[in-house]
Structure formats: structure tokens, C-alpha cells
């Protein structure tokens, strides 16, 4: 191991200890990953970690090899579920150099999921530093397409060793990197859902604005029961009348009324049970941008079925971090039937939003809002 001083990080961050790999990944192979990653499937060749006690909080920055994690079986998160995660990316310009997006809005996103979780709450520098020491460490793993990324998953566990129920007197956080291509491997098709009214993602006062690992888990019985009515997605409704829309999958939702000059957007209000996504928040920028008028409001099963039916609703997507928008083109569902969205094709102010979030993340127009910070 070739041991250099911690990174500068300047005032405002955070100092990392640095300890590159002795066995880095060939050129080759690294080249044969970029060329087609899939979604995070590779990961690079280091990764971060710090520890909190009560006794010296937050400390032991440091960027080390990747490798595998060894945990006591008494671990905290092991038993009582301490878990919670972000995901973002960073994005190789024209002028060779790499960006991140919007990086502050998800270490306050993690510091409030650690909050719900009675975790210790991160701090935004050492969020920021650790991200920066990553991506530059790992730079040659950045893809050089525009429609590629290196994806980054920093999360933090309860690690505190023993089997009572309390908050772990112990975390330990990571960040972890992966090149990533198309999250859906269609690309940008219409994906097909299922209005899931035998489960609920999350409810009022519950853990449904946290990004945790619990929230993940409870989800996969609905995604499979979508899977065998032959759909891509399950969609989400609301705990206690299952018939406002909330998510899909773990992704926000949008509903595009009307088009041409005409359009607005309408996405579902956060009540508590949705998760403020980043990439919903910047899109009712980018739609006010571009002349759209968008909105936060209250939509029901009733209202998407018969709003498609009188052409009402004319598209329908998904928005997050790893897929950025994908369309929707089908519904299904056990009391509603069955429905088309523009008949199942892509719309076009789908299309236009999308293109206009990525010119913003890979640099194609300015960085009118100031989301994009420099890493390298």
C-alpha cells in the first residue's frame, strides 16, 4: 500500500487520509467496464470510511482499497435495521474535466434519514470531501458518454456490537463507486405498472421520507407481485384510502396535462410517506425553465384512469437519480382494468424535460442554478 497525506479539502470540507491500492485494476479491463457497465455492477478500485462514537464523533476519514466489510453478528443494523443510503453521480465533460450534481441537497437528504433512524447525522463536509477524494482517486473510471455516469452509493450502518434494542452507540459510513449505463436496459421506453393496493410503500409518520434500507426491503414483494401481472414497476398508493398516487417503485412520479404551450406538470405533494426525490425538485426548476408551468398536488387512481380516457393526461413519467425520467406507458390494475398513456408511446414533453436535465448535469448549455460542483 503506498500511503500520501491526507487530501486538501480546504476549509469548508474535510480532511481524508489517503491509501491507494497496490492492485488497481488493468487499463483493459477497466476499458471492457466502461465500454458497457450495465447499472453499478463494477465497482472501482477504492472507497471511504469514517466511524462515529459518542466519545470523539465523527473521525478516521480515510480513502482505502475496495474490499470486503467484516461484521460482528451482534451488529446493530444486523438485527434492528440502522441502514440508510444516498445515490448520485458524477459526469465527465467535453474539457476532460468531472461534475457532480446537486452533492449538498443529498448530504442534507442523509443527514435527515439519519435523523429519522435516531442515527448520528453526518456532516455535509465530510458527505462532500468524501465524494470528492473518491471521484478523484477513481477518476479513469468516470465514462467519457454522455449517457453514462459513475454512479456513487455512500451509506451508513449501526455497528454497535449487542443485542439490545436502542440506537447503535457506533456507525460507520462509506462510499462506494460504480460506473453506471441505463439503470432499465430497454433504454427510454414506455415501462408498464401495477397499482399495488395489497401493499403500501410508507405512511404518515413512518419512514417513507428517509432513504433506508428497510423501505427497500418491504418493497420487493410488490415488485415481484407486478412482475407476475407482466409489468416493469409497481406504483404506490397512499396507506390509508389506497387510491392517491404517491411512487413508483422508488422513484416520483409526474403527470403532464395537456401539451405543445399548453402543458403543466402535476407531481404528488410530499406528505411524509414520499421521499424528496433530488431529480423531482430540480425538474419543477428546469419546467419553469423551459416555460412549463409544474405543480405539487393530489392525484388520484380515478383521476389517472379517466384523465388518460379523455386525453386529459397526456404523458406520464418516472423521475430519480438512476434513471433519470423514464416514460410510462401502461397501467394495470386488479379494480381498475387496464390503460394506455398516449398510447403507449413516449411523450414529448417527457423527452424535452429529460434532454434538458442532462444538458444541465453533462454541461451541453450553463449551469444557470449553480447544481453542478467541480470535483476534478
Not at 450534481?101 to 463536509?125: D, I, V, Y
Not at 452507540?169 to 395489497?198: M, N
Not at 392525484?299 to 386525453?311: H, P
Not at 393526461?313 to 433519470?324: D, K, P, Q, R, Y
Request: glycine residues 10%; proline residues 6%.
Amino acid at each position: 500500500m503506498t500511503q500520501t497525506p491526507p487530501i486538501p479539502q480546504g476549509s469548508a470540507l474535510w480532511p481524508i487520509d489517503v491509501t491507494t491500492s497496490s492492485n488497481p485494476t488493468p487499463s483493459a479491463r477497466r476499458a471492457e467496464v466502461l465500454a458497457d457497465p450495465g447499472f453499478a455492477k463494477f465497482p472501482t478500485d477504492h472507497m471511504v470510511h469514517a466511524t462515529w462514537t459518542a466519545d470523539a464523533g465523527w473521525h478516521g476519514a480515510e480513502l482505502i482499497p475496495y474490499g470486503p466489510l467484516v461484521f460482528d453478528p451482534t451488529a446493530n443494523f444486523l438485527h434492528y435495521g440502522q441502514a440508510i443510503f444516498e445515490g448520485l453521480k458524477a459526469y465527465r465533460y467535453a474539457d476532460g474535466s468531472i461534475k457532480t450534481f446537486r452533492p449538498f441537497r443529498n448530504a442534507t437528504r442523509f443527514a435527515n434519514s439519519a435523523r429519522r433512524l435516531a442515527m448520528a447525522e453526518l456532516p455535509e463536509e465530510l458527505f462532500v470531501a468524501s465524494i470528492e477524494a473518491l471521484v478523484r482517486a477513481d477518476n479513469e473510471w468516470v465514462p467519457s458518454d454522455a449517457e453514462k455516469s459513475l454512479y456513487l452509493r455512500p451509506f451508513m450502518l449501526g455497528t454497535e456490537l449487542g443485542l439490545g434494542v436502542r440506537p447503535s452507540a457506533r456507525y460507520d459510513y462509506y462510499l462506494i463507486a460504480a460506473p453506471a449505463g441505463a439503470y432499465f436496459p430497454q433504454g427510454i421506453k414506455p415501462v408498464s405498472v401495477w397499482l399495488s393496493d395489497d401493499y403500501v410503500r410508507a405512511a404518515a409518520g413512518g419512514t417513507g421520507e428517509a432513504k433506508c434500507a428497510g423501505n427497500y426491503a418491504a418493497s420487493l414483494i410488490a415488485q415481484a407481485e407486478a412482475a407476475q401481472h407482466g409489468c416493469d414497476q409497481v406504483v404506490w398508493l397512499d396507506a390509508v384510502e389506497r387510491r392517491w398516487v404517491e411512487e413508483m417503485g422508488g422513484m416520483n412520479l409526474y403527470f403532464v396535462y395537456g401539451s405543445g404551450d399548453s402543458a403543466r406538470l402535476v407531481t404528488p405533494k410530499l406528505t411524509g410517506s414520499l421521499l424528496p426525490g433530488i431529480t423531482r425538485d430540480s425538474l419543477l426548476t428546469v419546467a419553469e425553465d423551459l416555460g412549463i408551468r409544474a405543480e405539487e398536488g393530489s392525484i388520484s387512481v380515478e383521476d389517472w384512469r379517466d384523465g388518460c380516457a379523455s386525453g386529459e393526461i397526456t404523458e406520464v413519467f418516472a423521475c430519480g437519480t438512476a434513471a433519470v425520467i423514464t416514460p410510462v406507458g401502461t397501467v394495470k390494475s386488479r379494480n381498475l382494468g387496464s390503460w394506455e398513456i398516449s398510447g403507449g408511446a413516449t411523450g414529448e414533453v417527457t423527452m424535452r424535460l429529460r434532454g434538458a436535465l442532462l444538458d444541465i448535469q453533462t454541461g451541453q448549455v450553463p449551469d444557470r442554478h449553480n447544481w453542478l460542483h467541480t470535483i476534478c
